[in-house]
């Protein structure tokens, strides 16, 4: 179980790096600055204990595992971001632009964690040595 939390941890911390990349690049930033926060790590790692709901959830349509794939991931963000301005005083992600919650949540990103959810289900059934490469 360790081992699969890291990779989730390491796997969640890069797409992160992309994905800010990505976005900086196409705010005009040529450097294509990046950043992800330490707290990160077992926030994604947290994806381990997702792994009982991901094989219920193997009968349901992807269009509708998905759909609950960015609550789950709504309310993971919600939680942990949460309790860390609890304890810290702020929280690593403070959203400000976009339909946001709390400045913890952003519910325009509702198609990015749609996808988010969908490949780590792949991950997940790579990890447990399962080859399932379509979406039914």
Do not use: C
């Not at 890069?14 to 600055?33: A, P």
């Amino acid at each position: 179980m360790w081992t699969r939390f890291v990779i989730y941890g390491l796997l969640g911390w890069n797409m992160e790096i992309i994905f800010t990349g990505f976005m900086s690049g196409l705010n005009g930033n040529v450097r294509l600055t990046a950043h992800t926060y330490l707290w990160m790590l077992p926030i994604y790692g947290l994806a381990v204990f997702l792994e009982p709901l991901h094989n219920a959830m193997r009968p349901l349509h992807w269009y509708l595992r998905g759909m609950i794939w960015v609550l789950v991931i709504w309310t993971v963000e919600l939680a942990t971001g949460g309790l860390i301005r609890a304890i810290v005083g702020t929280s690593p992600w403070i959203y400000k632009d976009g339909w946001q919650v709390a400045g913890l949540i952003r519910l325009d990103m509702a198609p990015l964690w749609f996808m988010v959810g969908l490949i780590f289900e792949h991950i997940h059934d790579r990890l447990a040595g399962r080859r399932v490469l379509s979406f039914e």
